[in-house]
């Protein structure tokens, strides 16, 4: 019987193919994972414009957030030469410069003498700060345990602090820090007042809300500026008050963008953070959530490039 020679050309297509397949694949990870990279390593800018009967001439502030060490250029040259062409009057830090745990403390204290070098720094804390400065997120079980300590004000955190060489830095490099307290400035012949809180759900009462109240209340026509780390205590308890603006961060922006939808997850744990970034209005009151400039732990940013927020007053 004569036996017939089977080709080989379909097994050597189907290979072929196999391979187009696997080139294919890793060719698309690798600009996935590359477009990544890019995206988390620079920022691009976000612009609001709040028109006001309490500013006469036109003040600009410059909002970062959530920096966590991150570094655009070589000692964040790109950002400072950035945020220097915007012209801003004030700076405002929305803390989370610097992760807790992290002994670089040089970095922030660098950072802010070049932006003092730009315009006034005001810095309110973030959770990373307290817990490099105070040990602790100042949640409400660390303030009933030390609560011997703070004596007739229980919003004075100064006798908790535990290591005060980052508060020290700042101050003599001319930042303003704003915590549980307000300064009153003059910017442009506007009158402004820059308040700070940094205490999360569990303790804003009493440890903060009181100053919020007297902060709200003081003298309507100065221009009031909230900053909170985190958005949800203001929306949570003084959505109402009479506060002109409040600016945080802490979301990261929800971490994942999904197109359409916003951020997918939320700094604590949860998923669809309602206040993720952007604008948000109740009553007197707008607050304005910025994305921020870091990353958070080893996820990256996706579809959310890190944000640098500028706020024209008029």
């Not at 196999?18 to 920022?43: D, H, K, Q, Y």
């Not at 105070?134 to 004000?153: H, M, R, V």
Request: glycine share 10%; charged share 20%.
């Amino acid at each position: 019987m004569k036996k017939e020679k089977k080709s080989s050309r379909p097994k050597r297509k189907w290979v072929g193919g196999v391979l187009v397949g696997l080139l294919s694949v890793v060719v698309c990870l690798t600009a996935a994972f590359g477009w990544i990279w890019f995206s988390n390593r620079n920022f691009e800018e976000t612009f609001y414009t709040l028109y006001t009967s309490k500013i006469d001439e036109p003040v600009r502030a410059v909002l970062l957030a959530d920096l966590h060490q991150a570094e655009f250029g070589t000692d964040n040259s790109e950002l400072i030469t950035r945020i220097a062409a915007l012209e801003p009057d004030v700076i405002l830090i929305a803390g989370d410069m610097i992760t807790s745990g992290s002994e670089d403390l040089d970095y922030a204290v660098g950072l802010c003498e070049r932006l003092m070098a730009i315009a006034p720094v005001y810095f309110g804390l973030g959770n990373n700060e307290n817990e490099t400065v105070y040990g602790s997120d100042l949640n409400a079980d660390f303030f009933l345990e030390n609560a011997g300590l703070l004596g007739d004000s229980p919003e004075n955190f100064e006798p908790l602090v535990k290591d005060n060489s980052l508060l020290t830095g700042l101050r003599d490099a001319g930042v303003v820090i704003v915590q549980n307290e307000s300064v009153i400035t003059t910017v442009n012949g506007n009158k402004i007042e820059i308040g700070g809180i940094s205490t999360n759900l569990s303790s804003f009462w009493p440890n903060s809300g009181q100053f919020v109240y007297r902060f709200a209340e003081s003298d309507s026509d100065h221009f009031k500026i909230l900053i909170s780390h985190r958005p949800d205590p203001v929306m949570e308890y003084i959505a109402g008050y009479r506060l002109d603006l409040v600016v945080s961060g802490h979301t990261h922006g929800g971490i994942v963008r999904i197109p359409g939808k916003g951020g997918l997850l939320s700094t604590e744990g949860g998923f669809f953070p309602e206040y993720d970034a952007g604008l948000f209005e109740s009553g007197p009151m707008t607050m304005i959530v910025s994305r921020g400039l870091g990353g958070h732990g080893v996820i990256p940013r996706i579809f959310n490039s890190p944000e640098l927020v500028v706020i024209d007053l008029n």
